[in-house]
């Protein structure tokens, strides 16, 4: 026991304000408000939310990008890279070596002036390895003999080519971005970023369209079978186990097969396998709703089945519903390229990311920015979907209310 | 734990009847019969042909016969190219899938689960960090670009490795790896989920309070339960591989049973359609088969319900 | 006085998360001697879990033990090192969680869990271990165990899972039981059922026991000493006698007030003690009961009192108990109605 002597007025009583202690001190927010909020939060979640926008805003809008269709060929500009090294020609002129050793003229700024044509005989590689071009007044050539010769004489060629212009030998001073063709050219010398582009609005629509069929078809017959319960329950689901248990892209290939192959088959397709997903989270979701007593309540108020299925069951399942949604179309996505690499595609001159991206894998060893733009495409638009849905799914628990 | 074992072999059964069934509905259902080209073929030729693969018969004959067939091994003869047995095909390609598919799944447990199980042990660490930014990209990239990526640095730029076929040893490894990268990249990220929720649970904290030394906490504890969710996954882990192979061994050219499919597709030679699905997904019922096994051995919990 | 089996001075236990350090205790100290029980009562929050995690030596990582002493059988645990902790661990101190269904490893069988203690500490082969294990199971009252040793978790009722959870946690014969809320996730009558048999392997196998809880009721048939705590600190410490009836703190009041109680004529309300505990990044300077408590003064805020001892083993903190501090009516809770003699 201490001996420090306490002044008198500590000794005066405290009103204790207790009531005050259990204010609640936040005010109260609907479920998809607090959901939203903590959406908000998460950056990655709004990083992937904000790549999906732009690349939908991209697919409706980004053709002013461009001054091409996604399907007018220039068979002379075929195989354009997006970056080409230049050699200069004259002030304001210069000249790219193609892949295939024709010459282009190309400005200062980047663009594309035309495909020259020799003034010394035929484009025709096997004849003519030499070719002599005129460009305002100045003679420029190109000799690309070198690998045959080396070839004959069994051994390795020192350079591939030369460009001499008024006969003395120029190097490449720069590289110019392509700004004809922003992301270069397929072999049909069509725009890239134009058909990239509309590509976008397929997969997108493909993926939306699938989404949507899957999300009435699943969901009705999952909120079915998980209220009915029982039997019925019991053998609506069995379907779903054996549907199921098969690699479900089998199912789509058949049915592609059957349908033939087009934009709409392809959507209804993927709709029409795929609903078992979600068919089965929402029978789960409904099963466990429906023994919460709400349900019970609304029975006893005399609701008829449909109107607790719709009106209360479907509203509540909602989360995960969304949140398998949002993960539905990166898949969609993923298996519509898929298709495309085993032909079962969109039909020419239609574009897809798939299509696009099966079109250019000929061409990968010579020209790999033609894969690299529907790739990258794909790649950037699922992870952003992963993103998002992951952050969905987090923010639509209720259990994790901080 | 042996009734547990017939109940499913029933089950898979039954899916795979349907398998069949459904296949041979769809592939009767295209209009136009299997002969139907650009070119008008003589119609006693399309006789002929009719006669010989027997589609003058009422359908559910066809059906029968067909069914007969799946069981006696005899799936028909290839529609496009004469004389030769869809089970034949099958016999020829199945080898070179088989092998690369089989890797791809090794590659798959014995690279991700340790992995995993590092990256949770070692949370928030930079190898943890490593880890994760691979996974979350690498379900992310489909496998044609894995492939194709491959291919044009491996092989064009730096010559390292040939870009088709199945002959040497290095020539497996790009397909292995394209095949496998996406399965690895689920593997790593579940396993080290499960490990990092297995390790806060309750009975681990109870068996730590007995004085169990850590790495036997962890190694018998935690394991056996954080193991359950990546044994559920090799199911469609080896579905993600089989679908996986039609594109990679085109792409590598590589003369598997994959190839056979998507010419099949290609060409609309339906027996090798029809055969080759049906061997397909009797794979992976059987594959699926085995991991239930395996599943109820580790987990006590569900030999006793369905 | 018998021998002290673990003296504990001054504990201070905290979590260092990325929001502060989180004081969960703040310096405790207690004492169980051989064959006691000893009651930790408290509301969640009051640091009476960590308090036990401490004495284990399981406070993992973002917490440790910041300061104070753990004295068992002559060692301060609290300087030993991890590995040293594990021959303790299972073997001379034991413990049992509030969960038996997730505190028991769904993947194992019940005999292997009791069989892995038993080879750990004891030495014993496996034919011996299991005959052990069966025993153990006999002891704490599961019929049949020859066959029930084989069975898994899931196929045990709540109730059999917390014997076979005190099976396992008794089976190396422990100096020191801790029993951390062990009937709170059980029905009522099986807590009965339980409540007796800690008591009746107390005397059995000869183990003292702190018992955590935060039901008075449980700890009034079971308990020889109690220890009240609030806000990481305890309040106040005595026999179960004397905090029944003759509680000094005003916490240990309001919260005989709040139950109902079957030995005195109830005449009056209940009466809970309104507020929420306070928040342990920032603890508040003083009594932390302050903010809740109707007795409380200026003096309360500023400064956390000292202990008033009554007697060798009861004491509380509370500056009402202080020599200056002005008398002032108290209502203990237990003048409700006459006491009624059992």
Not at chain 1, 90 to 119: A, M, Q
Request: charged residues 20%; aromatic residues 10%; glycine residues 8%.
């Amino acid at each position: 026991m201490d001996n420090k002597k306490i002044s008198p007025e500590l000794w005066e009583k405290v009103e204790t304000k207790a009531s005050q202690t259990e204010k609640i001190t936040r005010k109260s927010l609907t479920y998809w408000q607090d959901a939203w909020r903590r959406l908000k939060k998460n950056k990655l979640a709004m990083l992937g939310l904000s790549i999906v926008v732009l690349i939908i805003l991209f697919a409706l809008f980004g053709q002013h990008l461009t001054d091409w269709d996604y399907s007018s060929q220039t068979l002379k500009n075929a195989n354009l890279p997006p970056s080409m090294d230049v050699y200069p020609v004259t002030e304001d002129k210069n000249v790219f070596v193609h892949r295939e050793y024709t010459l282009f003229l190309v400005s200062e700024e980047g663009e594309i002036i035309e495909r020259l044509e020799p003034t010394n005989g035929t484009l025709d590689i096997m004849q003519n390895k030499r070719r002599v071009y005129e460009v305002d007044g100045n003679e420029v050539e190109l000799d690309f003999s070198f690998i045959a010769a080396a070839k004959s004489e069994g051994r390795e060629a020192e350079k591939a080519f030369e460009l001499k212009v008024n006969g003395a030998l120029v190097e490449t001073t720069e590289s110019v971005w392509n700004k004809t063709y922003l992301l270069g050219t397929d072999d049909l010398g069509r725009d890239l970023l134009a058909r990239v582009r509309f590509g976008a609005t397929i997969s997108l629509q493909i993926a939306l369209v699938a989404t949507l069929v899957q999300f009435f078809v699943g969901v009705f017959y999952g909120a079915i079978s998980g209220y009915a319960g029982g039997s019925v329950d019991n053998v609506m689901m069995r379907i779903v186990d054996i549907v199921s248990t098969i690699p479900l892209l089998l199912y789509v290939i058949l049915l592609m097969v059957v349908l033939g192959s087009g934009l709409s088959t392809i959507m209804l397709a993927l709709g029409l396998v795929y609903w078992v997903r979600i068919a089965r989270i929402v029978r789960g979701e409904v099963l466990s709703l429906k023994e919460q007593e709400f349900v019970m309540a609304a029975k006893t108020l005399g609701a008829s089945t449909w109107r607790i299925i719709s009106r209360h069951l479907v509203p509540n399942a909602l989360g995960p519903i969304i949140v398998s949604l949002a993960m539905t179309i990166p898949s969609a996505i993923f298996t519509e390229a898929f298709l495309s690499f085993i032909g079962l595609g969109v039909p020419a001159p239609m574009a897809s990311w798939g299509t696009l991206a099966n079109d250019a894998v000929k061409a990968l060893r010579s020209y790999p920015h033609q894969l690299m733009w529907p790739s990258l495409a794909i790649s950037l638009t699922v992870l952003s979907f992963n993103f998002f849905g992951d952050g969905l799914r987090n923010a639509l628990d209720p259990k994790l209310r901080r | 734990m042996g009734n547990y074992l017939v109940k499913r072999l029933f089950s898979m059964l039954i899916t795979l009847w349907f398998v069949i069934t459904i296949t041979f509905f769809l592939m009767h259902s295209i209009p136009g019969g299997p002969f139907t080209r650009e070119k008008e073929l003589p119609p006693q030729v399309i006789e002929a042909l009719n006669e010989k693969y027997n589609l003058d018969a009422p359908l559910y004959e066809q059906y029968f016969d067909y069914l007969k067939g799946v069981v006696t091994f005899d799936l028909g003869p290839s529609f496009k190219m004469t004389g030769v047995a869809v089970t034949e095909l099958i016999r020829k390609g199945f080898p070179y899938s088989a092998r690369m598919g089989g890797l791809a799944a090794l590659v798959v447990l014995l690279l991700g689960i340790p992995i995993g199980i590092i990256s949770a042990l070692k949370q928030n660490s930079i190898i943890d960090y490593i880890v994760t930014i691979i996974a979350t990209i690498g379900v992310a990239v489909p496998g044609f670009v894995v492939a194709t990526v491959y291919i044009y640095v491996f092989s064009s730029k730096l010559s390292l490795v040939p870009s088709f076929g199945l002959d040497s040893w290095q020539s497996y490894i790009g397909p292995v790896l394209a095949l496998a990268f996406f399965s690895l990249a689920f593997v790593m990220r579940l396993m080290r989920s499960s490990m990092l929720e297995v390790l806060g649970a309750d009975y681990i904290r109870t068996a730590r309070a007995k004085g169990i030394p850590e790495p036997i906490v962890i190694f018998k504890h935690a394991l056996k339960n954080a193991i359950i969710p990546v044994i559920t996954f090799i199911g469609p882990m080896v579905a993600s591989i089989v679908t996986g192979s039609f594109v990679i061994e085109k792409i590598f050219a590589i003369p598997g049973m994959g190839k056979y499919f998507v010419e099949s597709v290609g060409n609309r030679d339906y027996t090798v359609l029809m055969g080759t699905t049906v061997f397909y997904a009797a794979l992976v019922i059987v594959a699926i088969l085995i991991v239930d096994v395996a599943y109820s051995i580790v987990d006590p919990r569900i030999k006793f319900g369905d | 006085m018998s021998e002290k089996v673990v003296d504990v001075r001054n504990l201070k236990t905290s979590f260092y998360t990325h929001l502060g350090e989180v004081q969960a205790v703040r310096g405790v100290s207690f004492s169980v001697e051989k064959g006691e029980v000893l009651g930790i009562v408290g509301e969640s929050g009051s640091g009476k879990s960590v308090t036990s995690m401490s004495v284990m030596k399981l406070v993992s990582y973002p917490g440790e033990i910041k300061a104070g002493e753990i004295i068992f059988k002559g060692e301060d645990l609290v300087k030993k090192k991890d590995k040293e902790m594990l021959s303790i661990r299972g073997d001379k101190i034991s413990m049992i969680f509030q969960d038996p269904m997730t505190s028991l490893n769904p993947v194992y069988t019940i005999g292997d869990q009791i069989m892995e203690a038993i080879t750990r500490h004891q030495g014993l082969d496996k034919k011996a271990a299991r005959e052990k294990a069966i025993e153990m199971l006999r002891l704490v009252g599961i019929p049949s165990p020859e066959d029930r040793i084989d069975n898994y978790p899931h196929e045990f009722s709540g109730g059999m899972r917390q014997r076979a959870m005190i099976g396992i946690a008794l089976s190396c014969e422990p100096d020191l039981l801790i029993a951390d809320e062990p009937t709170t996730a059980l029905d009522v009558t099986i807590q009965a059922q339980i409540m007796e048999l800690l008591k009746d392997l107390k005397d059995k196998i000869d183990t003292s026991i702190i018992l955590i809880t935060h039901d008075l009721g449980v700890v009034a048939d079971t308990c020889d000493k109690i220890m009240v705590m609030y806000g990481g600190l305890a309040m106040e410490r005595g026999t179960a006698q004397e905090i029944f009836y003759d509680p000094k703190h005003p916490y240990t009041m309001g919260l005989l007030k709040s139950i109902p109680r079957m030995d005195l004529n109830e005449t009056g309300r209940l009466v809970p003690i309104p507020g929420t505990p306070p928040d342990l990044i920032s603890p508040p300077e003083g009594c932390p009961f302050s903010a809740r408590c109707p007795y409380s003064m200026k003096i309360c805020k500023i400064e956390m009192p000292e202990y008033t001892k009554f007697n060798e083993g009861h004491e509380a903190a509370c500056w009402l108990l202080h020599e200056d501090a002005p008398e002032v009516e108290v209502d203990t809770g237990v003048k409700r109605g006459e006491v009624n003699d059992k």
